[in-house]
């Protein structure tokens, strides 16, 4: 079955990065699309960016202005996302996600929390 | 980028009620559009997917109609297993943007 492995929390300060990892089984990895979802403590879901794990190709939401990047390594089904410069409003869950609707599949999430 | 807007952002409604939420797209998604149950602490369940379609496993008391730009979700008869919060979300193109939320509750 689909399965979609996240890393575990991470608590960071403010200014450092983080690298939240996703690996993916039971499936194809190369042959559905990744995106990354994260949910502030009380907050809605957030849309923060998606890969393509094929070609590598990535669009991210705007307001993160270079601070994202995502990467994949083809060779362990792993999605990565890495966000740089972290704020205290970064604080989430961090979910990875496969595909469109229906066939879309969550990861438990990861929760990644910025505090001096 | 096209923004989501759901409607209302809460509601609490009494067991056997219909309840309706309603989600606007400020440009046309055709019908790639989603709605997702979540309840505190879990991941948020499909619930409907090309704007009107029901996953399978849901109930038939969900169901949703709309495509371009309006979209509305119905809960024909509220149950208690029924209180989350509900988002809409677009998937025809990235941004993938989420509605922000409608807390329902009993």
């Known amino acids: 079955q689909v399965q979609l492995m996240q890393s575990g929390a991470e608590v960071k300060k403010p200014g450092a990065s983080v690298t939240v990892s996703c690996k993916a089984s039971?499936?194809?990895?190369?042959?559905?699309?990744i995106n990354w979802v994260r949910q502030a403590p009380g907050q809605g879901l957030e849309w923060v960016g998606w890969?393509?794990?094929?070609?590598?190709?990535?669009i991210s939401a705007q307001h993160f202005q270079g601070r994202l990047t995502m990467t994949r390594n083809t060779s362990i089904n792993t999605a990565y996302l890495d966000l740089s410069s972290l704020k205290s409003d970064d604080t989430a869950v961090y979910f990875c996600?496969?595909?469109?609707?229906?066939?879309?599949?969550w990861g438990l999430g990861t929760l990644v929390t910025v505090s001096s | 980028d096209i923004q989501m807007t759901q409607s209302p952002s809460s509601l609490s409604a009494s067991v056997g009620d219909r309840v309706t939420i309603t989600c606007r797209a400020s440009?046309?998604?055709?019908?790639?559009l989603a709605w997702y149950q979540q309840k505190p602490g879990k991941v948020p369940l499909l619930l409907i997917y090309?704007?009107?379609t029901l996953q399978s496993g849901v109930p038939s008391r969900f169901s949703a109609t709309g495509s371009g730009t309006d979209f509305t979700l119905t809960i024909s008869s509220l149950q208690p297993e029924d209180v989350a919060t509900y988002y809409c979300?677009?998937?025809?193109?990235?941004?993938?943007?989420f509605g922000q939320g409608t807390k329902v509750d009993i």
């Open positions: 979300q677009k998937y025809n193109s990235a941004p993938r943007t």
């Open positions: 890969m393509n794990p094929n070609s590598g190709k990535t």
């Open positions: 440009q046309s998604v055709y019908n790639y």
């Open positions: 090309a704007a009107s």
């Open positions: 039971g499936y194809t990895f190369t042959s559905f699309d």
């Open positions: 996600t496969r595909g469109t609707p229906p066939r879309v599949h």
